[in-house]
């Protein structure tokens, strides 16, 4: 087994008051970001989603096995394909199989089966986590912690996304097969998500909601 090499770590300490300031101004800039349904066909430029999604695989991971693929469509045959795969899945979803508590909860959003923003919207990322790795020497290994990383990695992309001045809705159709078949992707590369991005409609709206307050979801030991 090799030995990892270190190196002095890359660190800026604040002032405490720059720090606050830093903090607040984050919290306030991530207040602003907003799940969208209605975009905008308006194009984004490559080089924007390609440096939201170096920011991505920043992200911290199982033995920096970096353990998810990212497929990035922005071909109108292939979003639509993915549109007609997606809206079977939520026909059933909606109509048969979803219990009719979730089927509660979604109801003030108005959501349904129909899927437009899948043709419209300039980008569509597939989010994939794979189950093994191929290591430099030629070695398959398993990798650990996926779903944690993925969602990490997906984490880091959305607020990129936001920052970069884009806005994304996380699409989630179940199940998500369609994904592998439609985008050639291996067995061993599972599903996670599908992000959809690029600028708002200009007659988008969204639903009035609120955050819980910090003493309901946290707790100080």
């Given at each position: 087994?090799?030995?990892?090499?270190?190196?002095?770590?890359?660190?800026?300490?604040?002032?405490?008051?720059?720090?606050?300031?830093?903090?607040?101004?984050?919290?306030?800039?991530?207040?602003?970001?907003?799940?969208?349904?209605?975009?905008?066909?308006?194009?984004?430029?490559?080089?924007?989603?390609?440096?939201?999604?170096?920011?991505?695989?920043?992200?911290?991971?199982?033995?920096?096995?970096?353990?998810?693929?990212?497929?990035?469509?922005?071909?109108?045959?292939?979003?639509?394909?993915?549109?007609?795969?997606?809206?079977?899945?939520?026909?059933?979803?909606?109509?048969?199989?979803?219990?009719?508590?979730?089927?509660?909860?979604?109801?003030?959003?108005?959501?349904?089966?129909h899927k437009?923003?899948?043709?419209?919207?300039?980008?569509?990322?597939?989010?994939?986590?794979?189950?093994?790795?191929?290591?430099?020497?030629?070695?398959?290994?398993?990798?650990?912690?996926?779903?944690?990383?993925?969602?990490?990695?997906t984490g880091?992309?959305?607020?990129?996304?936001?920052?970069?001045?884009?806005?994304?809705?996380?699409?989630?159709?179940?199940?998500?097969?369609?994904?592998?078949?439609?985008?050639?992707?291996?067995?061993?590369?599972?599903?996670?998500?599908?992000?959809?991005?690029?600028?708002?409609?200009?007659?988008?709206?969204?639903?009035?909601?609120?955050?819980?307050?910090?003493?309901?979801?946290?707790?100080f030991v």
């Amino acid at each position: 087994m090799s030995t990892a090499t270190f190196q002095p770590l890359q660190f800026t300490e604040y002032p405490n008051e720059e720090m606050q300031e830093r903090a607040t101004s984050f919290r306030e800039e991530m207040q602003r970001r907003r799940t969208v349904r209605h975009f905008s066909d308006k194009p984004v430029s490559r080089e924007i989603i390609e440096e939201c999604l170096i920011t991505a695989g920043t992200a911290p991971n199982g033995a920096n096995l970096q353990p998810w693929q990212f497929v990035v469509v922005s071909d109108p045959h292939v979003k639509h394909e993915i549109r007609v795969a997606a809206e079977e899945e939520e026909e059933e979803f909606y109509h048969r199989r979803a219990p009719q508590e979730w089927l509660d909860a979604l109801a003030s959003l108005g959501t349904d089966e129909h899927k437009d923003f899948l043709d419209v919207a300039p980008y569509l990322i597939a989010i994939f986590g794979k189950t093994h790795s191929t290591l430099p020497d030629g070695r398959r290994v398993k990798n650990y912690y996926v779903n944690e990383s993925v969602g990490i990695a997906t984490g880091f992309l959305i607020t990129a996304l936001h920052h970069a001045g884009l806005v994304s809705l996380t699409h989630t159709p179940s199940p998500m097969g369609f994904l592998n078949v439609i985008l050639n992707r291996p067995s061993d590369e599972k599903p996670f998500l599908l992000l959809v991005t690029g600028f708002p409609a200009e007659e988008a709206q969204v639903p009035v909601i609120t955050k819980k307050p910090l003493d309901e979801i946290v707790t100080f030991v």
